[in-house]
């Protein structure tokens, strides 16, 4: 590495680390100030650039376009393995792997999850900040989701306190492990997010269980169960 780019580079990853950040939050004011004003969007079907014909020709218009776009769906993009190529003091190029997934099923729209690359120019400004110039998507696959089979979302990070215990209330949302405290086994799950739809159907017939269970049966199912959830 060019001792003499080691700052400039560290600000490039910065550049791109601020454009996947705001990009999922949707904080588009700070968003559009990652773009010249000139800004070129393409995107290409080929898995290398070959495209002639951009997309957008200047920063509000790609911002504007992608915001709109974007405005229902929860987005997860991610950058990889850059290659930074220093032109002189104030333009450098670059190639970052990228993944992203976009669900707009809130929307009523397609999910999806791509994998490509970033193809990119960059500028740096009198005020010593980078920012992208041109930018170019190339994809090497895209797979559509059906969203209807995803175990709907629960509420995370909500922990069940002592002061108000519930009858089954010993499920919480999933966080790094789930506790399920109830009469008949304690469950430790490692796996929340494979698992918790289990613990719900075993909830759901515990309670089912308790209201008709005079042979104790329908206990015992429901022990054998939890035991062999909780062993793995």
């Given at each position: 590495m060019?001792?003499d ?12 680390a ?6 999922d939050?949707k904080?588009?004011d ?6 010249t ?9 080929a898995?290398v ?15 504007d376009?992608?915001s709109?776009?974007l405005?229902?769906a929860?987005?997860v993009?991610q950058?990889h393995m850059p290659?930074?190529r220093?032109v002189d003091?104030?333009t ?6 990228m ?5 707009g099923?809130g929307?009523g729209?397609?999910?999806?999850q791509?994998?490509?690359?970033y ?6 400004g ?12 190339t ?10 089979t ?5 509420t995370?990070?909500?922990q ?12 919480v ?7 399920l405290?109830?009469p008949f ?15 719900c159907?075993?909830?759901a017939?515990?309670?089912?269980a308790l209201?008709?269970?005079s ?11 939890a ?6």
């Amino acid at each position: 590495m060019d001792d003499d780019h080691l700052a400039d580079r560290v600000g490039l990853e910065e550049l791109k680390a601020s454009y996947f950040r705001y990009l999922d939050t949707k904080q588009w004011d700070s968003w559009r100030e990652l773009f010249t004003d000139d800004m070129v969007f393409y995107v290409d079907s080929a898995s290398v650039p070959t495209e002639t014909q951009p997309m957008t020709t200047s920063g509000d218009d790609f911002v504007d376009m992608v915001s709109s776009t974007l405005v229902d769906a929860v987005t997860v993009h991610q950058g990889h393995m850059p290659e930074l190529r220093f032109v002189d003091e104030r333009t450098a190029n670059g190639i970052w792997a990228m993944y992203d997934w976009v669900d707009g099923s809130g929307s009523g729209g397609d999910s999806m999850q791509g994998f490509g690359h970033y193809h990119e120019h960059y500028v740096k400004g009198d005020d010593g900040k980078w920012r992208i110039k041109e930018l170019r998507l190339t994809r090497l696959r895209t797979d559509q989701t059906d969203t209807s089979t995803i175990v709907p979302r629960v509420t995370p990070w909500k922990q069940q306190t002592a002061a108000s215990p519930k009858i089954g209330a010993g499920i919480v949302a999933p966080i790094s492990r789930v506790n399920l405290a109830l009469p008949f086994s304690k469950i430790t799950i490692q796996e929340p997010s494979k698992e918790f739809a289990e613990l719900c159907v075993i909830v759901a017939e515990l309670l089912t269980a308790l209201d008709d269970d005079s042979s104790g049966q329908a206990m015992a199912v429901l022990r054998q169960r939890a035991q062999a959830l909780a062993a793995g």
